[in-house]
């Protein structure tokens, strides 16, 4: 059964800084899923990457799939406050069944 | 544009009760996922349902039973409620006309007392 983990759990940076989310997978899956959530809110997409090194941009906040190395990473650049919630790389298992990491919660110092 | 409906949004229960929760997707999204959510903890695939059909099963104990109608919406019957149940329970949908990517609703709160 496809295994999903997420370092750091915990990330704390300062305003401005570059930081990097990993997200590591322990068998096939040819899709990789990042989202955001708000404390008591819903989950949002962020990025869906298809292939291997597929790289998608939105803002400040990039994301890449290695499915070689079965790694995707979430790269924040210049954080800023707005950007502090939990973030989720999830992998496909499965016809109709996703895993969750275990998710990384940020928190950008002003 | 339409988003994933779910009822009711908090539900609070006693223990042995049974609960039953809704989910309507995306028009036109063929594809029902549900999720549990306990706090502080990443969100755990429950069962999924394609063309009315069960597609995937993940860990849903045996007390509770999903479904999903005609119509495409899908219920969550969750029966002999334990505290440990308190969670958010996340509902998506989904279609490969649209790349399977899963947009979630906003949730349901349950908490068992």
């Known amino acids: 059964e496809l295994k999903v983990e997420q370092n750091p759990l915990f990330l704390s940076m300062q305003e401005g800084k570059n930081y990097t989310i990993y997200c590591n997978y322990s068998t096939t899956s040819d899709r990789l899923y990042w989202y955001r959530q708000d404390p008591g809110k819903s989950l949002e997409s962020l990025f869906v990457?298809?292939?291997?090194?597929a790289v998608k941009q939105e803002g400040r906040l990039m994301a890449s799939l290695d499915t070689k190395a079965r790694l995707s990473t979430l790269h924040i650049t210049a954080a800023v406050h707005d950007l502090s919630a939990t973030y989720f790389c999830?992998?496909?298992?499965?016809?109709?069944?996703?895993?969750f990491g275990t998710g990384t919660r940020l928190k950008v110092l002003a | 544009a339409a988003g994933v409906i779910q009822s009711p949004r908090h539900l609070i229960k006693e223990k042995r009760e049974t609960a039953t929760l809704k989910c309507y997707p995306i028009?036109?999204?063929?594809?029902v996922y549900w999720y549990q959510q306990g706090p502080g903890q990443d969100p755990q695939f429950l069962i999924s349902?394609?063309?009315?059909?069960?597609?995937d099963k993940g860990s849903i104990p045996d007390r509770f039973s999903a479904q999903q109608f005609s119509d495409y919406h899908s219920e969550l019957n969750m029966s002999s409620l334990e505290l440990g149940d308190s969670a958010l329970y996340f509902c998506?949908?989904?279609?490969?006309?649209?790349?399977?990517?899963?947009?979630f609703g906003p949730g349901t709160r349950l908490t068992v007392l």
């Open positions: 998506a949908s989904s279609s490969e006309v649209f790349g399977n990517e899963q947009f």
């Open positions: 990457l298809l292939s291997n090194g």
């Open positions: 349902f394609y063309e009315k059909m069960q597609s």
């Open positions: 028009p036109r999204h063929d594809t």
């Open positions: 999830a992998g496909h298992s499965g016809t109709y069944k996703y895993i």
